[in-house]
Each structure stands twice: as C-alpha cells, then as structure tokens.
C-alpha cells in the first residue's frame, strides 16, 4: 500500500518569520488524514519552519539542491547542508527550474542519486508544455524525462522515490488537468517505471498530480488508481486551502 502524500511548495515565497507563522497555523488546524504532509519552504525558511515543526507529523523538505558534495559552487546548497537543515526530502527539476535556470535531465539524474547517497527522498518533477501536448507528444516527453530521472538509481532506491506529474500549462494558471488527464499520464509514469526499472518498484513509487491543485478539486485527483498525493504551489500558502487539501477524504 502506498501512502499518499501530500507537498506543499512554497517556491520563492516566505520570510523565516511568515514561514513559522504559516507553519504554527497549518499546526493549528486539524489535520485528520491518512496522508503524509510535506513542506517544502525556501533554503532561508528551513531553520524557522524546523524550529516550529519540533515533533509535529509534518515532513519538510526543499525545493533544489547541487548534486556535489561541498565546493566551490557559489550560491549552491548540497545534499548534506539540506539534511543538517532537518530535510527529509527534496524537490528535482520542477518545471521553473528547467525552463528558467536551464535544468537538464541529466542534472536531475545526478541530483536524484545524489539525494538518496545521502537519505534525502527526492520528489522528482515531470510535465508537458501545452504545446507539447497539442502537437501529441506528452507520452514521448513524459516517458523520456521519467526514464532519464530513474534508469541510473537502484531497484531499491527506485522504489522510494517520488514523482510528480505537473502539466506546465496547468501550474498557477488555475487550469487543472482533468482527472482522466491526470490518471493518464500518472499511469503511463508507472508503466515506464515497470520498463525501466521493475514492476514491484512501479507499485512502490508515490505518483503525484501537481498544478493548480485545490480543495476543491484533491477528492476527485486522489480517487484515481494511480494518483497517490499532490505537489500544491499556490493553494499551500494559506493554512485554511492547505489543510482542506490534505484533509482530502473530508471533501469526498
Ligand atoms: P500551483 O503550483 O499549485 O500553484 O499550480 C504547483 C507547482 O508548481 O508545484
């Protein structure tokens, strides 16, 4: 059984201080589910929202990291910085990160085995262009950018990794996928997973549905059989829309 998961990405939003405020009222709130929650604030916030976070079942994780080490790569933040900074997880190769700071699949490659060298779990991002998906080629795209992510890892680092299908055109625009839409590409991730790696990693691995993802829409999202949690942008700046997502069986 696959437990769902619930992220949020605060992308480049939050002081320290409104970031542990955030937290403390997301703390608040009664989160009755049986999905694991994650925060995914920016480097500077990671203290903050740790210090709030104490023992609280509330995952954090970040939102990008250097696959090295240490060195010098001014401005970067490694894998071991990110885990001394309380980090369980880590967000790879969101579509801001390839479109506007020139990510590749083979530098999502080297993050993804670097996060598991160093028990970071990472939340690896795929996703179609609107254009891509009116000339036909979501499936070769999605396919591509999924093996590239995975071929190189473990079966059994394979199986705890996190993917997230977010369709570009359906980030902070307010345009979700349908729920077909969605299923269908999260099921063709599995069975690229099966492909490349095996099936029992295909079964194991958490698929996500990211983009525009609301409390309104998450029951119909989480119904489908391949769809096990959600990547929210926008809706998990607001501890009230947060926490109506993660709450999801309450909508249903
Ligand atoms: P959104 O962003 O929920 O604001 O559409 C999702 C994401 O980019 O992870």
Redesign the pocket.
Known sequence: MRTPLI?G?W?MHMTGTAAAELVAELLETELNTGAQVLICPPFTALAAVEEVLEDAPVHLGAQNMHWEEQGAYTGEISPAMLVDAGCEYV?LG???RRQLFGETDEGVARKAAAAFAHRLIPVI?CGETEAQRDAGETAAHIRSQVTAAVRGLSAADAAQAVI?Y?PIW?????K?ATTEQAQEVCRLIREVLAEVQNEEVAQAVRILY?????PANIAALMAQPDIDG???????LTATDFAGIVNYGEEA
């Open positions: 992220a990405n992308k967000i969101h579509s801001e991002c997230a977010e359906a980030i902070g625009t307010g979700t990211g983009g525009s993802v609301k959600a990547l929210v942008g926008g809706a998990s």
